[in-house]
């Protein structure tokens, strides 16, 4: 069965850093586009961030402030926060799945994780 365990969110000021993990099982992922997505209330799911393959892609909201990496061997994608601001208030979802298309589109994921919050204070 496959899990994500998302850990890492919290409370930040502006300005400030967090470092999101999303841990899976089940199976080898190695193969699989990893992302992260994120909703703030009264909003629709955002993508944030995906790895495909070696290659990483950003939300222009987010590009030079945040970092996606991945560990084949722990099957953990991370994503590296810095900057914070306000407006990145939201819950952060992480998501696999095994094509490369679409990769920004939660639609097409296949499993999920089940969040973990993450807010920035002014």
């Known amino acids: 069965q496959v899990q994500l365990v998302e850990s890492g969110g919290g409370l930040v000021q502006a300005g400030g850093s967090l470092r999101l993990s999303c841990a899976a099982s089940g199976r080898t992922f190695s193969r699989y586009v990893m992302a992260w997505f994120r909703q703030a209330p009264g909003k629709e799911q955002q993508f944030v961030a995906a790895?495909?393959?070696?290659?990483?892609y950003y939300t222009d909201s987010v590009k030079g402030r945040f970092t996606i990496s991945r560990d084949n061997a722990k099957n953990t994608v991370y994503l590296q926060m810095n900057r914070l601001k306000p407006e990145d208030t939201a819950v952060y979802y992480c998501?696999?799945?095994?094509?490369?298309?679409?990769?920004?589109?939660?639609?097409?994921?296949?499993?999920w994780g089940q969040g973990t919050q993450v807010t920035v204070s002014s």
């Open positions: 790895m495909v393959g070696v290659t990483a």
């Open positions: 998501a696999v799945k095994n094509s490369e298309t679409a990769f920004d589109d939660p639609g097409r994921y296949d499993y």
